[in-house]
């Protein structure tokens, strides 16, 4: 008897288990059907040290291994929200507050909507400045990589790539 009760409160919580939802991983991107025009400016950032009580950060669009996928608009979300888009060889920035925050990578495409994204957190801290970059690996489609690049090579991809300009499609 006591293995039947044991047996049916252990397939009671696994069923429960099972049903709850888990953490959303998506959280960090902003609302699905945003969309973004995007180019490069030609003009490159000027690399400045962050404001006051802020940290600064860096989004980077590397050309990577599969190059041929640099006709994709890369969308940029952090917390919940898009904070630009970028494609081709290109920089973003944002000023953020200290704390936690969640990255969100996506390919805006037709093809394989949602399915090509990459996703990372970090701890800012005021006066800090903070480096992602995105590049495309394998064959095409390829992979959406998103990694931290070390400081000097970084600042060296700022410097070489211009700023990027976009805009919101409405």
């Not at 969309?35 to 050309?63: C, M, N």
């Not at 599969?66 to 920035?93: C, P, R």
């Not at 957190?121 to 070390?150: I, K, M, N, S």
């Amino acid at each position: 008897m006591r293995a039947i009760l044991l047996g049916m409160l252990m397939s009671i919580s696994v069923c429960t288990f099972a049903q709850s939802p888990g953490p959303d991983l998506t959280a960090a991107c902003g609302p699905g059907k945003t969309t973004f025009t995007a180019h490069e400016s030609g003009l490159v950032i000027d690399q400045t040290t962050p404001a006051t009580g802020k940290a600064l950060v860096y989004f980077i669009q590397d050309r990577g291994e599969a190059s041929e996928g640099q006709h994709f608009t890369v969308k940029i979300g952090m917390d919940g929200a898009w904070i630009g888009a970028y494609k081709n060889n290109a920089v973003l920035t944002i000023s953020v507050d200290p704390g936690e925050h969640h990255v969100c990578a996506n390919v805006q495409s037709n093809f394989a909507p949602g399915l090509n994204l990459a996703l990372a957190h970090f701890t800012a801290q005021a006066g800090q400045v903070y480096y992602f970059r995105t590049r495309f690996l394998g064959e095409l489609p390829g992979r959406l990589d998103l990694d931290q690049p070390d400081s000097d090579q970084a600042r060296y991809l700022i410097a070489t790539y211009p700023a990027s300009l976009f805009k919101p499609k409405k």
